[in-house]
C-alpha cells in the first residue's frame, strides 16, 4: 500500500515533493482527506488550534513522522501519547527565523521609542516630541539561544548595542560568546535593559518569568516575549506593570487569545501583538523547502533534520 503524506499546504503548491508517496491536502477541516490509519507522515496544520492538530493522532497508526510547521512544538506533544514507539517529532527549525527575529526587533524598537503613542496621536492630530530611549548602548540578555535566539542577535549588532548576554538550557560557547546555563539568570537580570524571551515551552521553562524574575530586572528594563504565553506568569506580569517599573512588549500571551475584557489588554507599558512572529511573505517559501527537504529524506531513508524527540525513548 502507497505510504499517505497528509500536508497543511496543498500538495500541487510545492515544487520538488518527491514522488511515491500519496499526499493528501488536511488544514483542520472537519473531514479527513483519507484514513488516517494510513498516515505515515503528518504534517500538522500550521497556526490552528491545538485541539485541531491533535485531533487524527489517535487514529495514526502507521504513522512514523509528526511534523510540525512552527518553531515550538509543545501544542501537539500531548498526543503523541496515542502513538506508537519509535515515532519522531520534528519542529520547524530554519523556518521561523527570520520573521520572529524581524518581529522581535520591531517590538523593541517601537517599545523603546514610544511609536504606540505616536499613533494614538495621529489619531487625535496631536503633535508629540520628546526624549525616548534608544536601542543603542543598552544592554540584551537573550532567554533561549538557538536559531531564533541567535538570527535575533544578527539583527541586534548593527543597532550597537552594549553587550549581549546569552541563555540556554546549558552552557555551551558560541563564535559570539559564552551561553549562560538558566542557572546563571539571577545574575545577569539586573544588568539587561532589554530581555528577550526566545525559549521553547517546557516544563522548565513554564512560569519561568514569575515574581522573582521580574523583581530581578532593573528599573526601566523592556521585558520581550517572542516565545510562548506560558513562559511568563500573567498574574505576576501585571502586578509589575501595574507599578510602572518595567514595560513589556509581547507577542504571546496566557492566555491566548486574549479576552477583550483581559487587563493585560489596558497594562500600562504594554505592547501588545497578536502571535505574529511566524506568519509573513518569508513563511511559505521557507516551510515549503523544509517540507521537500524533509520529505526527500523520509522516502530515501535518510537522516531526518529538527528531530525533537522519539516517542517511547527515554529523555537524554
Not at 500519496?22 to 479527513?32: K, N, S
Not at 503613542?117 to 495621529?122: H, I, K, T
Not at 536601542?135 to 544578527?154: F, H, K, P, Q, T
Request: with cysteine; hydrophobic share 45%; net charge negative.
Amino acid at each position: 500500500m502507497t505510504a499517505d503524506v497528509w500536508l497543511p499546504l496543498r500538495p500541487d503548491e510545492i515544487e520538488g515533493l518527491p514522488a511515491g508517496p500519496a499526499y493528501r491536502f488536511w488544514d483542520g477541516a472537519e473531514d479527513y482527506p483519507a484514513d488516517p490509519a494510513d498516515c505515515a507522515f503528518y504534517v500538522v496544520p500550521y497556526m490552528k488550534p491545538s485541539a485541531v492538530g491533535q485531533r487524527p493522532l489517535p487514529e495514526m497508526a502507521a504513522v512514523e513522522v509528526v511534523q510540525t510547521l512552527s518553531a515550538g512544538t509543545d501544542h501537539v506533544e500531548p498526543g503523541l501519547r496515542h502513538l506508537r514507539p519509535g515515532v519522531r517529532l520534528c519542529n520547524a527549525r530554519g523556518v521561523h527565523e527570520a520573521s520572529t527575529s524581524e518581529l522581535t526587533l520591531a517590538l523593541i524598537l517601537a517599545s523603546l521609542r514610544g511609536i504606540p503613542d505616536f499613533v494614538r496621536a495621529q489619531d487625535k492630530g496631536e503633535w508629540r516630541g520628546g526624549f525616548r530611549p534608544a536601542l543603542a548602548d543598552r544592554n540584551v540578555l537573550i532567554v533561549g539561544y538557538g536559531s531564533i535566539g541567535a538570527a535575533i542577535e544578527d539583527r541586534l549588532i548593527p543597532f550597537e548595542v552594549a553587550r549581549v548576554a546569552r541563555v540556554a538550557r546549558s552552557a555551551r560557547t558560541t563564535a559570539r560568546g559564552p551561553v549562560h546555563p538558566l542557572t546563571d539568570l539571577s545574575a545577569l537580570l539586573p544588568d539587561a535593559d532589554v530581555v528577550i524571551l526566545s525559549t521553547p515551552l517546557t516544563d522548565e521553562t513554564r512560569h519561568l518569568v514569575d515574581a522573582s524574575f521580574l523583581a530581578r530586572m532593573k528599573d526601566g528594563a523592556l521585558l520581550v516575549n517572542v516565545a510562548r504565553g506560558g513562559v511568563v506568569d500573567t498574574k505576576a506580569l501585571l502586578a509589575e506593570l501595574e507599578t510602572g517599573r518595567i514595560t513589556a512588549a509581547l507577542d504571546v500571551t496566557d492566555p491566548e487569545p486574549l479576552a477583550p475584557a483581559h487587563a493585560l489588554w489596558r497594562a500600562p507599558g504594554v505592547l501588545i501583538s497578536p502571535h505574529v512572529g511566524g506568519p509573513t511573505s518569508a513563511f511559505l517559501p521557507r516551510a515549503k523547502r523544509l517540507l521537500v527537504d524533509q520529505l526527500t529524506r523520509w522516502v530515501n531513508r535518510e537522516p531526518l533534520r529538527n528531530v525533537i524527540l522519539t516517542t517511547g525513548a527515554n529523555p537524554a
